[in-house]
């Protein structure tokens, strides 16, 4: 599976953005999906995954709450809505899909990557 994600951008403190995450070759729904983001100097860190089905979402503490993980399998399409952001956030952000029955926020999980999308929040 080939994966794209989109909608970064520069935001001011408290403002929200929405990141797609486009699929193609293989349908997602086979896919446990997963958010990721790496900021300048720092490894990369989970910020939330999604069960095939969409029925299951798990975030990373510092997004509770503000972030929330979605997908739509017909449009092959996964996102992630962003409310209330901070500087903290700024950060390029990766989609991933995994094969393991439940990958959760384990990196490794993870076999399938996309180019990552920069986001920046200004304070």
């Known amino acids: 599976v080939q994966l794209q994600a989109s909608g970064g951008g520069l935001v001011q403190a408290g403002g929200s953005l929405r990141l797609s995450c486009a699929a193609s070759?293989?349908?997602?729904?086979?896919?446990?999906m997963g958010w990721f983001r790496q900021a300048p100097g720092k490894e990369r860190e989970f910020v939330g995954a999604?069960?095939?089905?969409?029925?299951?979402?798990y975030y990373a503490d510092s997004v509770k709450g503000r972030f929330t993980i979605s997908r739509d399998n017909a449009k092959n399409t996964l996102y992630l809505q962003m409310n209330s952001l901070k500087p903290e956030d700024t950060a390029v952000y990766y989609c991933?899909?995994?094969?393991?029955?439940?990958?959760?926020?384990?990196?490794?999980?993870?076999?399938?990557w996309g180019p990552g999308t920069q986001v920046t929040v200004s304070s």
């Open positions: 070759g293989r349908t997602i729904s086979n896919y446990f």
């Open positions: 999604i069960s095939r089905s969409g029925s299951s979402t």
């Open positions: 991933a899909a995994s094969t393991s029955l439940y990958p959760g926020y384990l990196r490794s999980s993870y076999g399938y």
